[in-house]
C-alpha cells in the first residue's frame, strides 16, 4: 500500500521544458517521507503531480506513472484524487475556502462538497479537529486566525476528506517560530497517530529529521538521492546540491574543518 | 460545545427578533417586490407604498436609526436628480419662477420628487435586506432551496473577499510608496502611479484564481453530488402564503401600471 | 549621530488593537539590527513608522534628529527605504532593470547615474546576467531579491528588510547574509525582521526582540541568545539559535553562532 511515482516526467502547459524527469519514489502508508532541494528544484511540482493537481486541474503533461494504493491517477477525476491524496500549501489564507464563518464549517466543507450525510460530516469534523488538538478553535473565524492556527485549520479540512496519503509543501515556510511549533507538533502527532502515507517538503532539515523515515533530495527535476533519514542528511552533496544539512551535521563538519573534536554529549 | 442534531450551536444560528427572524428567503422576496413596484409602478402610488412597507419593516426590526447613513448616502444622487428635472424638464410650461435663463417648473419639480422617492424607496429597501439577513443565511437558505454550489461559492467568497482585496491594495500601496512613489502630492504624480498599483493588483488576483481553484478542487468542490443541509433556517406556511402573495401581488400591480389598467392610480 | 530614534512611541490601529506600547530605541549610523518576534509582537508596525507608513499616536520617531511629523512617505524614502516580505505584492514592470530603475527613478535619478545604480544593485544580488528578463521568469527565491535589488539601487542611507528570509533556500539566505554585510561595509544602516534565528544571530550585531508591542530585549547577540535571557525569550516562544543551546550545555559560555561554538570548543582543547 504506497504512494508510488515511476518514472514520472512533468512539463508545466505551454512550456517544452520538463520540470520533473526521471522520478521514482514511494511513500508507504504510515510514514514519512521527506523532500529537500534548492527553490525552483521542482518540489512543489512534486507536490502537485503526487496528488494528481497536476495535470488533472492544472493542465500540463505527465509521463509516467502516478499510483495511489495501486490504482493511476491518470483517469481519476480531482475530488476523487482529493481523497485518496490531500495537499497542504505554503500560504496559510489562501487554501482556506473564503467562504465560512466558522472553522468547523470549514472543515465540513470538503466532506459537504462529497455529498456526505450530515451525521459523516460531523463525524469527520471532530475527528480531525481533535486529531490536530484545535477543538477549542471550532467557533472561531478562519479569517481572523493566526498564521500557524489558520495552516492547522487547513491541515484538518484536508484530512477531513480522509486521505489516505497527504502531501505537504514547506507547511511551515510562513509562519512565526510558534506556529511553526504548533504545525511541528501537530505533524508529529498526526504522523504518530494515524496510518497517513506523508510526503512532507521542507527546507527546515531539523525538523525533518525528527518527523521523516526517509529523505530524498531534488535536484534540477531529478531524485539524486533517496534513503534513510539520517544518511541521506549526512551526504556531503548536500550544499552542492542548495540544501541546509542539519544543524547537528553542519556543526560536526565545522568542527572537522577547525580541527575539532566534538564532546560526545553534540556527537 | 453546545449541539443541536451533532452540529454546534454557533454554526448558522437561526437569527432572532422581531422581522430579522423571518427566512431569509422571505425577507430577499420583499426586497424585490419592493424594488420592483418603487420602480415599476407608475405615479405616486408606488414609492409611497413601498416606503410605508419599508418603514414598517424597519420598525418592526428595530433599525430605523440605523437606515440613516444609508439615507445620507443618497443625497448626492437625489441632489441631481431634483436639480436637473426641476429646471430641466423638456416641454413643460408651467414656469415657477423666472431668475434670468433659469425656469424651474412645477411639472418638473413634481416629476423630481417622484422620482426621488422611487430612489430613496428602493435604496431604503435594499438597507433594510442588508441590515436584518446576514449575506451566510441567505446563501445558505438558497442552497437549499436548489441553487448550485457554484454560485453559492461566488456569492459567499465575494462578501468575504472585499476585505481581503482591500487588505492586498493597502500592502501593494506600501511596498510602492516605501520605493518613493508620490501618493500624498500633486495629482498628475499621483495619476503615474496607477501602474505600479494596478500591476501587482492584477496579477496578484490571476494566481489567486489558480490557487484558489486548486484548494477548491482539493476539497472536492466539482464532485457531482447534492451538498448535506447542515441548518435548516425556520420557515413556515403563512411565510410561504405571503411569499406566493406577495409575487402574485406585484405582478398585478406591474401588469396594471404597465397596460395602463390601473387607471385609478394617481 | 543617531540615525533613527523612536522615543516612547506607541500605535493604537483605529479598532483600538494596540500594536506598540512606549517603545523606545536609538540606532546609530552603519548599525545593523535584526529585529525578532512572533507574529503579532509589532515589529512590522515598528518598521513602518520609519518611513512614515504609520503614524506614532503617541510619542515620537526622528530620523537624524528631525521628527518626521508632516513629512511625505515619498520624501522619507530617500532617507529610508524599505523592501516588504512578498515580492510580488511590489514587482510591477516588464523588464527586470526597469523594476530596479523605479526607486531612483522616483528619487529623480535618471542618467548615466541611474544606469550605474541599477548594474551595482543587480551585481549585488547576482542578477546582473538577467537584466532584459521579465521578472516572472524568476522563481519565487530570485523575484525576493529583484526586490531587494530595487531598494538597493535607491542608495538610501538606511536599508530596512521586512522578512528576507521567508521563503528562500540556503543558496539565497546565503546571498541575503552577503548583501547585507556589503551594504554595512559601505557605510549604510541597516534594519532587518526575520524568524530565522540562526540568521539572525550569524548577520547582525545587535538584536531587539519585540513582544506585544514592547522592546523585551536589546543588545548584541552574545547577550540576547545568552542562558540569561532564555526565560525571556520562552516567555514569547522564542528559541535561541541551536548553537547557544549546545554550547550553554556543553558549559562553553555564550555562543551565538556555530562559529563562536566551534572557536569555543578549540580554545578550550
Given at each position: 500500500?504506497?504512494?508510488?511515482?515511476?518514472?514520472?516526467?512533468?512539463?508545466?502547459?505551454?512550456?517544452?521544458?520538463?520540470?520533473?524527469?526521471a522520478?521514482?519514489?514511494?511513500?508507504?502508508r504510515?510514514?514519512?517521507?521527506?523532500?529537500?532541494?534548492?527553490?525552483?528544484?521542482?518540489k512543489?511540482t512534486?507536490?502537485?503531480?503526487?496528488?494528481g493537481?497536476?495535470?488533472?486541474?492544472?493542465?500540463?503533461?505527465?509521463?509516467?506513472?502516478?499510483?495511489?494504493?495501486?490504482?493511476?491517477?491518470?483517469?481519476?477525476?480531482?475530488?476523487?484524487?482529493?481523497?485518496?491524496?490531500?495537499?497542504?500549501?505554503?500560504?496559510?489564507?489562501?487554501?482556506l475556502?473564503?467562504?465560512?464563518?466558522?472553522?468547523?464549517?470549514?472543515?465540513?466543507?470538503?466532506?459537504?462538497?462529497?455529498g456526505?450525510?450530515?451525521?459523516?460530516?460531523?463525524?469527520?469534523?471532530?475527528?480531525?479537529?481533535?486529531l490536530?488538538d484545535?477543538?477549542?478553535l471550532?467557533?472561531r473565524?478562519?479569517?481572523?486566525?493566526?498564521?500557524?492556527?489558520?495552516?492547522?485549520?487547513?491541515?484538518?479540512s484536508?484530512?477531513?476528506m480522509?486521505?489516505?496519503?497527504?502531501?505537504?509543501?514547506?507547511?511551515?515556510?510562513?509562519?512565526?517560530?510558534?506556529?511553526?511549533?504548533?504545525?511541528?507538533?501537530?505533524?508529529?502527532?498526526?504522523?504518530?497517530?494515524?496510518?497517513?502515507?506523508?510526503?512532507?517538503?521542507?527546507?527546515?532539515?531539523?525538523?525533518?529529521?525528527?518527523?521523516?523515515?526517509?529523505?530524498?533530495?531534488?535536484?534540477?527535476?531529478?531524485?539524486?538521492?533517496?534513503?534513510?533519514?539520517?544518511?541521506?542528511?549526512?551526504?556531503?552533496?548536500?550544499?552542492?546540491?542548495?540544501?541546509?544539512?542539519?544543524?547537528?551535521?553542519?556543526?560536526?563538519?565545522?568542527?572537522?574543518?577547525?580541527?575539532?573534536?566534538?564532546?560526545?554529549?553534540?556527537r | 460545545?453546545s449541539?443541536t442534531?451533532?452540529?454546534?450551536?454557533?454554526?448558522?444560528?437561526?437569527?432572532?427578533?422581531?422581522?430579522?427572524?423571518?427566512?431569509?428567503?422571505?425577507?430577499?422576496?420583499i426586497?424585490?417586490?419592493?424594488?420592483?413596484?418603487?420602480?415599476g409602478v407608475?405615479g405616486?402610488?408606488?414609492?409611497?407604498?413601498?416606503?410605508?412597507?419599508?418603514?414598517?419593516?424597519?420598525?418592526?426590526?428595530?433599525?430605523?436609526?440605523s437606515?440613516?447613513?444609508?439615507?445620507?448616502a443618497?443625497?448626492?444622487?437625489?441632489?441631481s436628480?431634483?436639480?436637473?428635472?426641476?429646471?430641466?424638464?423638456?416641454?413643460?410650461?408651467?414656469?415657477?419662477?423666472?431668475?434670468?435663463?433659469?425656469?424651474?417648473?412645477?411639472?418638473?419639480?413634481?416629476?423630481?420628487?417622484?422620482?426621488?422617492?422611487?430612489?430613496?424607496?428602493?435604496?431604503?429597501?435594499?438597507?433594510?435586506?442588508?441590515?436584518?439577513?446576514?449575506?451566510?443565511?441567505?446563501?445558505?437558505?438558497?442552497?437549499?432551496?436548489?441553487?448550485?454550489?457554484r454560485?453559492?461559492?461566488?456569492?459567499?467568497?465575494?462578501?468575504?473577499?472585499v476585505?481581503?482585496?482591500?487588505?492586498?491594495v493597502?500592502?501593494?500601496?506600501?511596498?510602492?510608496?516605501?520605493?518613493?512613489?508620490?501618493?500624498?502630492?500633486?495629482?498628475?504624480?499621483?495619476?503615474?502611479?496607477?501602474?505600479?498599483?494596478?500591476?501587482?493588483?492584477?496579477?496578484?488576483?490571476?494566481?489567486?484564481?489558480?490557487e484558489?481553484?486548486?484548494?477548491?478542487e482539493?476539497?472536492?468542490?466539482?464532485?457531482?453530488s447534492?451538498?448535506?443541509?447542515?441548518?435548516?433556517?425556520?420557515?413556515?406556511?403563512?411565510?410561504r402564503?405571503?411569499?406566493?402573495?406577495?409575487?402574485?401581488?406585484?405582478?398585478?400591480?406591474?401588469?396594471?401600471?404597465?397596460?395602463?389598467?390601473?387607471?385609478?392610480?394617481? | 549621530?543617531t540615525?533613527?530614534?523612536?522615543?516612547?512611541?506607541?500605535?493604537?490601529?483605529?479598532?483600538?488593537?494596540?500594536?506598540?506600547?512606549?517603545?523606545?530605541?536609538q540606532?546609530?549610523?552603519?548599525?545593523?539590527?535584526?529585529?525578532?518576534?512572533?507574529?503579532?509582537?509589532?515589529?512590522?508596525?515598528?518598521?513602518?513608522?520609519?518611513?512614515?507608513?504609520?503614524?506614532?499616536?503617541?510619542?515620537?520617531?526622528?530620523i537624524?534628529?528631525?521628527?518626521?511629523?508632516?513629512?511625505?512617505?515619498?520624501?522619507?524614502a530617500?532617507s529610508?527605504?524599505?523592501?516588504?516580505?512578498?515580492?510580488?505584492?511590489?514587482?510591477?514592470?516588464g523588464?527586470?532593470?526597469?523594476?530596479?530603475?523605479?526607486?531612483?527613478?522616483?528619487?529623480?535619478?535618471?542618467g548615466?547615474?541611474?544606469?550605474?545604480?541599477?548594474?551595482?544593485?543587480?551585481?549585488a544580488?547576482?542578477?546582473?546576467?538577467?537584466?532584459?528578463?521579465?521578472?516572472?521568469d524568476?522563481?519565487?527565491?530570485?523575484?525576493?531579491?529583484?526586490?531587494?535589488a530595487s531598494?538597493?539601487?535607491?542608495?538610501?542611507?538606511?536599508?530596512?528588510?521586512?522578512?528576507?528570509?521567508?521563503?528562500?533556500?540556503?543558496?539565497?539566505i546565503?546571498?541575503?547574509?552577503?548583501i547585507i554585510?556589503?551594504?554595512?561595509?559601505?557605510?549604510?544602516?541597516v534594519?532587518?525582521?526575520?524568524?530565522?534565528?540562526?540568521?539572525?544571530?550569524?548577520?547582525?550585531a545587535r538584536?531587539?526582540?519585540?513582544?506585544e508591542?514592547?522592546?523585551?530585549?536589546?543588545?548584541?547577540?552574545?547577550?540576547v541568545?545568552?542562558?540569561?535571557a532564555?526565560?525571556?525569550?520562552?516567555?514569547?516562544?522564542?528559541?535561541?539559535?541551536?548553537?547557544?543551546?549546545v554550547?550553554?550545555?556543553?558549559?562553553?559560555?555564550?555562543?551565538?553562532?556555530?562559529?563562536?561554538?566551534?572557536?569555543a570548543l578549540?580554545?578550550?582543547?
Amino acid at each position: 500500500m504506497s504512494l508510488t511515482l515511476r518514472s514520472v516526467a512533468y512539463r508545466y502547459a505551454g512550456s517544452k521544458r520538463a520540470v520533473l524527469e526521471a522520478v521514482d519514489l514511494t511513500v508507504e502508508r504510515g510514514s514519512v517521507l521527506g523532500i529537500v532541494g534548492a527553490n525552483e528544484a521542482g518540489k512543489s511540482t512534486l507536490c502537485l503531480v503526487a496528488a494528481g493537481l497536476a495535470p488533472a486541474t492544472i493542465g500540463g503533461r505527465l509521463d509516467g506513472e502516478v499510483l495511489i494504493d495501486g490504482a493511476t491517477s491518470a483517469a481519476a477525476r480531482p475530488y476523487e484524487l482529493a481523497q485518496r491524496c490531500g495537499i497542504l500549501f505554503q500560504n496559510p489564507t489562501t487554501q482556506l475556502s473564503g467562504t465560512t464563518a466558522t472553522v468547523w464549517e470549514e472543515v465540513a466543507f470538503g466532506p459537504r462538497n462529497l455529498g456526505l450525510l450530515l451525521e459523516e460530516i460531523v463525524e469527520r469534523v471532530g475527528w480531525a479537529l481533535s486529531l490536530l488538538d484545535i477543538a477549542a478553535l471550532a467557533g472561531r473565524d478562519p479569517a481572523r486566525l493566526s498564521g500557524g492556527q489558520a495552516q492547522l485549520v487547513a491541515l484538518a479540512s484536508v484530512l477531513a476528506m480522509r486521505p489516505s496519503y497527504l502531501v505537504l509543501d514547506e507547511p511551515t515556510s510562513q509562519l512565526d517560530p510558534h506556529g511553526t511549533q504548533l504545525a511541528g507538533e501537530a505533524l508529529a502527532r498526526l504522523a504518530a497517530s494515524s496510518e497517513v502515507g506523508i510526503l512532507l517538503v521542507e527546507h527546515k532539515t531539523d525538523l525533518l529529521e525528527s518527523l521523516a523515515e526517509r529523505v530524498a533530495v531534488l535536484s534540477a527535476g531529478r531524485v539524486v538521492a533517496i534513503g534513510g533519514a539520517s544518511e541521506v542528511l549526512h551526504d556531503e552533496r548536500l550544499d552542492g546540491w542548495g540544501v541546509d544539512p542539519p544543524s547537528r551535521v553542519r556543526l560536526e563538519r565545522a568542527a572537522q574543518r577547525a580541527g575539532v573534536v566534538l564532546p560526545a554529549a553534540v556527537r | 460545545m453546545s449541539l443541536t442534531g451533532g452540529v454546534p450551536d454557533f454554526v448558522l444560528p437561526p437569527p432572532t427578533g422581531p422581522y430579522r427572524r423571518l427566512n431569509p428567503t422571505t425577507k430577499l422576496l420583499i426586497a424585490v417586490a419592493e424594488a420592483l413596484i418603487a420602480f415599476g409602478v407608475r405615479g405616486w402610488t408606488g414609492p409611497l407604498l413601498v416606503l410605508a412597507a419599508v418603514a414598517a419593516s424597519a420598525l418592526r426590526a428595530g433599525v430605523g436609526r440605523s437606515l440613516l447613513p444609508f439615507l445620507v448616502a443618497t443625497i448626492p444622487l437625489v441632489a441631481s436628480i431634483l436639480l436637473v428635472n426641476t429646471f430641466l424638464y423638456a416641454g413643460a410650461t408651467d414656469r415657477i419662477v423666472v431668475i434670468g435663463p433659469l425656469a424651474p417648473t412645477w411639472t418638473g419639480l413634481s416629476f423630481a420628487v417622484q422620482a426621488t422617492l422611487r430612489v430613496v424607496a428602493f435604496a431604503m429597501s435594499a438597507a433594510v435586506l442588508g441590515l436584518t439577513t446576514a449575506p451566510d443565511e441567505l446563501v445558505a437558505d438558497l442552497e437549499r432551496r436548489g441553487m448550485g454550489r457554484r454560485t453559492a461559492f461566488v456569492l459567499g467568497a465575494t462578501v468575504r473577499s472585499v476585505p481581503r482585496i482591500i487588505e492586498r491594495v493597502r500592502e501593494i500601496t506600501e511596498a510602492q510608496r516605501a520605493r518613493g512613489l508620490d501618493t500624498e502630492g500633486r495629482i498628475w504624480r499621483r495619476v503615474r502611479g496607477l501602474v505600479p498599483l494596478a500591476g501587482p493588483l492584477i496579477f496578484g488576483a490571476l494566481t489567486d484564481v489558480e490557487e484558489q481553484t486548486m484548494a477548491l478542487e482539493a476539497r472536492g468542490f466539482s464532485a457531482p453530488s447534492r451538498r448535506a443541509v447542515i441548518r435548516a433556517l425556520p420557515d413556515s406556511t403563512a411565510q410561504r402564503g405571503l411569499r406566493w402573495a406577495l409575487t402574485a401581488g406585484t405582478l398585478v400591480l406591474l401588469v396594471g401600471s404597465i397596460t395602463g389598467l390601473l387607471g385609478f392610480v394617481p | 549621530m543617531t540615525t533613527l530614534a523612536a522615543q516612547s512611541l506607541g500605535f493604537v490601529y483605529p479598532d483600538g488593537t494596540t500594536a506598540l506600547d512606549g517603545v523606545n530605541l536609538q540606532v546609530g549610523s552603519g548599525e545593523s539590527v535584526g529585529i525578532i518576534g512572533q507574529n503579532g509582537s509589532g515589529k512590522s508596525t515598528l518598521i513602518r513608522h520609519f518611513n512614515g507608513l504609520l503614524r506614532a499616536t503617541s510619542g515620537r520617531v526622528l530620523i537624524d534628529g528631525r521628527d518626521v511629523t508632516g513629512r511625505h512617505v515619498a520624501e522619507l524614502a530617500r532617507s529610508i527605504a524599505i523592501t516588504f516580505q512578498n515580492p510580488d505584492r511590489q514587482i510591477f514592470a516588464g523588464r527586470i532593470r526597469s523594476e530596479v530603475a523605479f526607486g531612483p527613478h522616483n528619487l529623480g535619478v535618471r542618467g548615466t547615474d541611474l544606469e550605474a545604480r541599477i548594474a551595482a544593485a543587480l551585481e549585488a544580488v547576482g542578477l546582473s546576467q538577467r537584466a532584459a528578463a521579465n521578472p516572472y521568469d524568476l522563481g519565487f527565491s530570485q523575484r525576493k531579491l529583484l526586490a531587494l535589488a530595487s531598494v538597493i539601487a535607491m542608495q538610501t542611507p538606511v536599508v530596512i528588510l521586512d522578512e528576507p528570509t521567508t521563503g528562500q533556500d540556503a543558496r539565497g539566505i546565503g546571498r541575503v547574509r552577503e548583501i547585507i554585510g556589503g551594504l554595512v561595509d559601505g557605510g549604510r544602516t541597516v534594519l532587518v525582521t526575520s524568524h530565522d534565528m540562526r540568521f539572525v544571530a550569524e548577520t547582525v550585531a545587535r538584536v531587539i526582540v519585540l513582544r506585544e508591542g514592547r522592546v523585551l530585549l536589546d543588545g548584541p547577540p552574545h547577550e540576547v541568545y545568552d542562558e540569561p535571557a532564555w526565560p525571556l525569550l520562552a516567555s514569547t516562544h522564542l528559541d535561541p539559535p541551536w548553537a547557544a543551546r549546545v554550547g550553554a550545555r556543553l558549559g562553553m559560555g555564550s555562543t551565538p553562532t556555530e562559529e563562536s561554538l566551534v572557536a569555543a570548543l578549540a580554545g578550550r582543547s
